[in-house]
Nanobody, 123 residues
Framework: EVQLVESGGGLVQAGGSLRLSCAAT????????IVWFRQAPGKEREGVSSISSIDGSTYYADSVKGRFTISSDNAKNTVYLQMNSLKPEDPAVYYC????????????????WGQGTQVTVSS
């Protein structure tokens, strides 16, 4: 059974940092794409960042570019999202989603989803 488990969320002051982790079990970590999504109350889910194992390519939404960094540790089967310079508009539940194979633009192609971790930013 594949499981993705997020951790690392919490409360931080504006301008602060958090590192989210997405730990995968039962998931082949040599051919995958992982996407970090976030969803705030009353807002649509937003794809924040992604990483593909095929070529190491990464993607960042304009709203987080220059502040967030996605990385992976294949030995630990974990993908990280380092979030710096957090802003009042960043609070949301952050989810990681994964698929075996190349990156896809379509959310429905991601078969595996974590339960989410809450990020709260105080101003």
């Amino acid at each position: 059974e594949v499981q993705l488990v997020e951790s690392g969320g919490g409360l931080v002051q504006a301008g602060g940092s958090l590192r989210l982790s997405c730990a995968a079990t039962g998931f082949t970590f040599d051919d995958y794409a992982i996407v970090w999504f976030r969803q705030a109350p009353g807002k649509e889910r937003e794809g924040v960042s992604s990483i593909s194992s095929i070529d190491g390519s990464t993607y960042y939404a304009d709203s987080v570019k220059g502040r967030f960094t996605i990385s992976s540790d294949n030995a630990k089967n974990t993908v990280y999202l380092q979030m710096n310079s957090l802003k009042p508009e960043d609070p949301a539940v952050y989810y990681c989603a994964g698929r075996q194979g190349p990156y896809s633009d379509y959310d429905e192609d991601y078969s595996y989803w974590g339960q989410g971790t809450q990020v709260t930013v105080s101003s």
